[in-house]
Every structure is written in C-alpha cells, then in structure tokens.
C-alpha cells in the first residue's frame, strides 16, 4: 500500500459510520467540517490527484471484471449530489460508469417489490454504477409521507408491526447478498445544514440560469427539516453495517464534500484492488509467437519493434533529465556553500 493510500484509507475512515453506532445527525457530525489537514486552496489539485487515482483503478476494475461497485448518493434537496458526481467522476472512463436517479416511482414500479426497480440498474462485474438518490428512499421519503407507502399496494401483513424495522433488515440483507456475489456497495450521505440550504435555494431564486433549478416543492419538504434528519439518523444507525458502511460527508462546502466523495469511493476501489488479468501458460506462448511474426514483416530499413524503440528512447530521455537535475543540485549545493563561507 502506498504513502496515499494509506492516507486516503485514514481520511475515509474519518467519515464512516462504525455498524451499531447510534447516529443522532445533529449531535454526531457536523456539515461545516473541513478536516484540519485540508485548506481549500490545496483542495482542487488533491481532487485531481484523487480523480487520476480513480480512473486507473476503474480501468483495472473494468479489466478484472469479477467485481462491481455500486455508490449509493443520498442526501436533502441541494445537498450537492449533482455537482459530486459530475467532479468525482469526472476523470473515469464513461463506459466503465452508470449513474441512475431515481424519482417518485411509476405505476409499473409501484407493480412490484419495493427493491426491484433498483435490483434493474445494478451496476455489472467490471463496472461502476452510481444512484443519485436510491432504495435509501424507500426509508426515507417514504417514511416521511406514509402516503407513498399506502400506493405501494403492499399486502395487509405487509404493514403490520414496524414496517422500518423490518425494510431495514431487508436492505442490510439484500446488500450482504449483493457483496457475496462481488457487488461492492458504499454508501454517502451529504450532510447539509439548514442554513446552507436555505442559502443554495436562495441562489437557485437569485440566479436566473439556476432558476430552472428551483422547485416550490422542496421548500415544502424543508419544513419537514427535522422529520428528516430523524428519519436520515434512523438509517445510518440501522443500515451501516461491515459489509455496506454509510459515510456522512460534510456537504456545507462543496469543495470539501467533493474531496471526501473522492477519497471514500477511491478507498473502496482499493479495498477491492482490483489487477489487470495476467496471461500465463499457452496464450503467453502464443503472445511470444505472434510477436517473432510481426517483427518478421518489419518492412527494410524500419526498426524491426518501433514501439519497444520508442519505449527505449524514452527511457534514455527521462534518465539524461534525472542527471540533468542531481547535477544541478550539487552545483547549487556548491554555490550554496561558497555563499556562506
Ligand atoms: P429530484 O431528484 O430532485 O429530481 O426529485 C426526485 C423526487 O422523487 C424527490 O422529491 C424524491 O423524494 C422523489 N422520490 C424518489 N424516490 C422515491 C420513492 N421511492 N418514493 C416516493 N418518492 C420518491
Ligand atoms: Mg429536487
């Protein structure tokens, strides 16, 4: 492991639920938090850094193809999902990633297991698929309007005794079966304060190019504020488990949260590392064959491999560069020395 993945691994643990905690939002974590270490000005190269680190582990993913990766994104209206997704993924390969929202569902939808239209977009071995807003709904809209509950046409035993309780389990075992069956499931929450949504709907309102953004109705949700940060803690207190943690990611700035979203999707992919296939045995043979063959057909007077002489003259030019500059630090050092003395 190296020096920044071991970094990557302690600033993700940093914002994980520990399975059995008892979260209370409000008390537990605070969406104003921007780790010490991390200045904003130092943000957007370590976001680059983070973004490169993603993309070469989501090709080694797609390559390996035995594991998939599913990123649950849930969060209130203007928490930033968008934008995070959009930043985060902004490095991958867009054949290698899926990103699915999901609205109030259809009649069909409604038609069927309340897993079922989410167990339709999972993502693949090999790829990366993302929800912007998921079955987390099913415990969380839903659970706030028990109407939506009442069209979901559930049996009468169906709703008897505590109807959460039991979803919860459901998901928990769901997700277990899911990582059985190498389908990795990290799950962020984007944790906005009342104060910084009621500012981001005033920009939606202030900025003509974001009004298209605003919508009367989340501003009614927002006077079910604290029915939903119950309902959020409820989750993260029964949903984080070992195989599937939740991470509550500070979300009042976005840089921050950014960066956070980053390192806690890179440091799954880590987890999993996944490795190109390596060719061995018989299909090497036959690598080694075909290679004699095409360096056979080398046309006169062209180099028999111009890739490997490329390789070569490349090598030559990066090791004449690092001369270059050892020497240039002893005569400095030597400078340096006849300015003192
Ligand atoms: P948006 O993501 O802002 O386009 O809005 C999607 C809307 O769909 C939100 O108001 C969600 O609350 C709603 N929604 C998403 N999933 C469900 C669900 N399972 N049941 C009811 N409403 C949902
Ligand atoms: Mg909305």
Redesign the pocket.
Known sequence: MTKQEKRIRNYAELFRVKPGAKVTLADDFDPGFTADAVRKKDAQPTLRRGVALLADYQARLAAQDTYGVLVCIQAL?AGGKDGTIRHVMSGVNPQGVKVH?????SAEELNHDFLWRYAQRLPARGEIGIF??SYY??VL??RVHTE?LDRQKLPPESKRGDVWERRYREINDWERYLTDNGIRVVKLFLNLSKEEQRTRFLKRLDLSEKNWKF?E??VK?RERWDDYQAAFSQMLSHTSTGWAPWYVIPADHKWFARLAAAVVIANTLIEIDPQYPQVSGDVLDRLVAARADLVAQAPKGVEADPFEAKMARERVRAKRKEDAKAAEKVAAGINHEGDSG
Do not use: G, M
């Open positions: 209206d929202s999901f609205k109030v569902p912007n807003r709904e099913e809209v839903v939506n919508s109705h989340d949700e």
